[in-house]
């Protein structure tokens, strides 16, 4: 199983990027996928995530500023950040389980950049 993230670039603040993380490797669907970030000298910490049946769930930090959705045909989840701050710079990690219980993939990281 493998992911791979893309989409991540240098912007400037209130402007907007898409992100794209494609699983490929696995003939199971997939129960969630959604997004981690990683700030330089923080945690990584938890963004937003898309479950079985279109259900999502963010961090109050990007909540009405970010929007996962996810394609099922194309193992594909999507993270559309609008109106994007300074305090949004980080890698950003993709991830996916396959059921509530299984282990979590992470993808390789894509590094966002916000100038002010």
């Known amino acids: 199983v493998q992911l791979q993230a893309f989409g991540g670039g240098l912007v400037q603040a209130g402007g907007s990027l898409r992100l794209s993380c494609v699983m490929s490797?696995?003939?199971?669907?997939?129960?969630?996928m959604g997004w981690y970030r990683q700030a330089p000298g923080n945690r990584r910490e938890w963004v937003a995530t898309t479950t079985t049946g279109d259900s999502t769930d963010y961090a109050d930090s990007v909540k009405g500023r970010f929007t996962i959705s996810r394609d099922n045909a194309k193992n594909t989840v999507y993270l559309q950040m609008n109106s994007l701050k300074p305090e949004d710079t980080a890698v950003y990690y993709c991830?996916?389980?396959?059921?509530?219980?299984?282990?979590?993939?992470w993808g390789q990281g894509t590094l966002v950049t916000v100038s002010s």
């Open positions: 991830f996916a389980k396959l059921s509530p219980a299984s282990l979590v993939w």
């Open positions: 490797g696995s003939g199971s669907s997939i129960y969630a």
